[in-house]
């Protein structure tokens, strides 16, 4: 399976973004997807998740109420909507698909089996 992560760029504070993850030689139908960034310096830390229902999300605090994650299964791709964006924000975004689903493992990189290569995303203040 391969995802592939796009969407990335440049974008004024306040502006929104949305990212796509495409996945191909498999299905986001029985997995749950997720989305992590990372800044320079600094570890993966976990953005949101949705299970492969579409009907249970889950927001790491700091974006909650500002990024919405969605499916579509037709075309086999997640989204991510970020919305007011701030410079913080500023990191390389990656997808990444998972058989497991409960608050806590949905959050954990490693508990991820298949990853993208990642976009960066630059919020400028």
């Known amino acids: 399976v391969q995802l592939q992560a796009s969407g990335g760029g440049l974008v004024q504070a306040g502006g929104s973004r949305r990212l796509s993850c495409k996945v191909s030689g498999g299905t986001i139908s029985s997995y749950v997807m997720g989305w992590f960034r990372q800044a320079p310096g600094k570890e993966r830390e976990f953005v949101a998740a949705i299970h492969w229902s579409g009907e249970s999300t889950y927001y790491a605090n700091s974006v909650k109420g500002r990024f919405g994650i969605s499916g579509d299964n037709a075309k086999n791709t997640v989204y991510l909507q970020m919305n007011n964006l701030k410079p913080e924000d500023t990191a390389v975004y990656y997808c990444?698909?998972?058989?497991?689903?409960?608050?806590?493992?949905?959050?954990?990189?490693?508990?991820?089996?298949?990853w993208g290569q990642g976009t960066l995303v630059t919020v400028s203040s």
């Open positions: 990444a698909q998972s058989s497991k689903w409960s608050y806590y493992s949905s959050r954990i990189p490693r508990e991820y089996d298949d």
